[in-house]
């Protein structure tokens, strides 16, 4: 087996990063996109609430800040589930993969 040596510019390997951190939070953006679609709405505060947000490099959350969000999206004794974020997350995901 050949041994070899690569040296990299560190400018390369920054560049690098960036450009997978921005593809990340575009997919962040796409999730946000098809979960406001697939939102139930009454009012539209909850769809209007889906942001996508970058955490750091390599870490993107996509969610809602309007305290209802989990019980639409997982439900409750009173009120079945209306998943709008895992399956936005799952189409997505399907169409990257």
């Not at 305290?67 to 009120?79: D, H, K, N, P, T």
């Amino acid at each position: 087996m050949a041994n070899i040596k690569l040296k990299v510019n560190q400018d390369v390997v920054e560049k690098l990063k960036k450009s997978a951190s921005d593809y990340l939070f575009d997919i962040g953006e796409e999730v946000e996109e098809v979960a406001k679609q697939l939102c139930p709405r009454d009012s539209g505060r909850l769809a209007n609430s889906i942001d996508t947000l970058r955490k750091d490099d390599d870490t993107v959350s996509v969610g809602s800040d309007v305290g209802y969000a989990l019980i639409v999206e997982f439900g409750s004794r009173y009120q079945p589930a209306q998943s709008f974020l895992r399956a936005a997350i799952s189409r997505i995901k399907s169409q990257h993969q």
